[in-house]
């Protein structure tokens, strides 16, 4: 099946049926996600697998009910960083540079760059950029799942506050975003399973411009030096 034919197949399930999904399937998804590419290479975010039933009867309490938290066969839960420290940056790139044989020292000019500019957007901002590229991941999975034919629900419907509690999320420095059970949807009792996917259509959804289309009254950019950005 092409991608394209996955992505038609899955839905947003809205009843599980309780199986479990082999072993290999959640491990070929949780490597799709961790493919996933973000922001500078740092994956300012991470995954954590949950099964254990009394568990997910917990959160399924802070995520209004929804039966797929406990009728799914793993729960993932995407958590992102609260803020990107130096430390935390640095630990990222001397991972990257050891990984390609490189000397640490490759980074500096880029890692104050992106340091410098990220401490002058605040920490808010900083655990939006990071939960936004956690997204990103969240996508791949449910990519992948799509083409494993393993089934998954986008849930947003939670409350996060409580989540970083119960899952002691918050003393590592990190706040969840958005979760993930995977399964097999449970079609007699699923009201979704069979309705038409609805997307905007292509013609609304797709702009092609010019510069003719454009705004003609922009400044001109600011000046910038790019170096640290472009660096081999
Ligand atoms: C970020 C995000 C959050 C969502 N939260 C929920 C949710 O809490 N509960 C739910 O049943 N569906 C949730 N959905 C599912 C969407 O309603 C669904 O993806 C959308 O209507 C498109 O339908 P489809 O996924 O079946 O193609 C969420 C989807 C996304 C992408």
Redesign the pocket.
Known sequence: MSLLEDLQW???T?KMNGAKIPPEKLDYILEATRMAPSSSGLQPYKVIVISDPALLEKIKGI??N?T?ITDCSHLLVFAAWDSYSGERVTQVFNYMMDERGLPHSNMDAYKQTILGLYETKGTEWQAHHAAKQS?IA?AMAIAAAAEQKVDA??????LPEKLDELLNLRDSGYHST?LLPLGYREAGQDW?VNMK??RMPKELFVTEMTLADAADNQEAPMEMNLDAFTQK
């Open positions: 899955r839905y947003a809205k995520a209004y929804q797929q997204y969240f629900t986008p849930i947003e419907g939670f958005v979704l996917k609805v």
